[in-house]
Structure formats: structure tokens, C-alpha cells
């Protein structure tokens, strides 16, 4: 069994920053893409930023130049600077782990974490 926790989320005026971690436990050969996500109300969950040990970080347009994708073992981190009101929604992370004597990985979700910037 796997499960990924996130933290970090809050309440940040536009302008300022946060930091989200997403840490997994449980029975982990391997991990390799993360990933964060993110959904506004009413809105359809959007891809925020991606990571993998091959590749540079890969991030949504609308990001670029504010946040920062980061990785350290089985926790990956979303940096997020000068934050706007547009930024606000609930963000998912996504790590594709490979258990123990699976041939494949598999993709798992963090509970998600609120992130509200107020103008």
C-alpha cells in the first residue's frame, strides 16, 4: 500500500509565497514522474508542473518564472513565488511509483492541499 500526504497549503496575499510537500510512505521499489495539479472551482484539473529523473522540469504556462518544481527521494516540492489570485485552488500531487516486485508502476494521488490567494 501506498500513500502520498501533502502539506504546505494556506492563505498568502497576492505577492507572496508558499511551499508544498507531498512525502510518500509505504511500499516503494521506485518513483518516477511527479507531478503537481491543481483545480479551481469549476474548473477541470489543470497540470501545474512535472518531474522525472531524465528531465528538466516541465511547467504550465501560466507558472512559468514563479514556481519551481523539486524532488528529494520519495517527497517532491512545489516553490511558489509571487503568487497571484488566479493561483488559487486546490493542489494534487502526483507520483508514479513502483512497488516492490511490480513489473510496472502505477499512478497515486495526494488528498490535495488549498491554496487561496487573496488580491
Known amino acids: 500500500q501506498v500513500s502520498l500526504v501533502e502539506s504546505g497549503g494556506g492563505l498568502v496575499q497576492a505577492g507572496g509565497s508558499l511551499r508544498l510537500s507531498c512525502a510518500a510512505s509505504?511500499?516503494?521499489?521506485?518513483?518516477?514522474?511527479m507531478a503537481w495539479y491543481r483545480q479551481a472551482p469549476g474548473k477541470q484539473r489543470e497540470l501545474v508542473a512535472t518531474?522525472?529523473?531524465?528531465?528538466r522540469p516541465n511547467y504550465a504556462d501560466s507558472v512559468k518564472g514563479r514556481f519551481a518544481i523539486s524532488r528529494s527521494g520519495i517527497t517532491v516540492y512545489l516553490q511558489m513565488n509571487s503568487l497571484k489570485p488566479e493561483d488559487t485552488a486546490v493542489y494534487y500531487c502526483?507520483?508514479?511509483?513502483?512497488?516492490?516486485?511490480?513489473?510496472?508502476?502505477?499512478?497515486?494521488w495526494g488528498q490535495g492541499t488549498q491554496v487561496t490567494v487573496s488580491s
Open positions: 502526483n507520483q508514479n511509483i513502483r512497488s516492490p516486485g511490480a513489473l510496472l508502476g502505477r499512478s497515486y
Open positions: 509505504g511500499s516503494i521499489f521506485s518513483v518516477n514522474a
Open positions: 518531474i522525472t529523473d531524465d528531465t
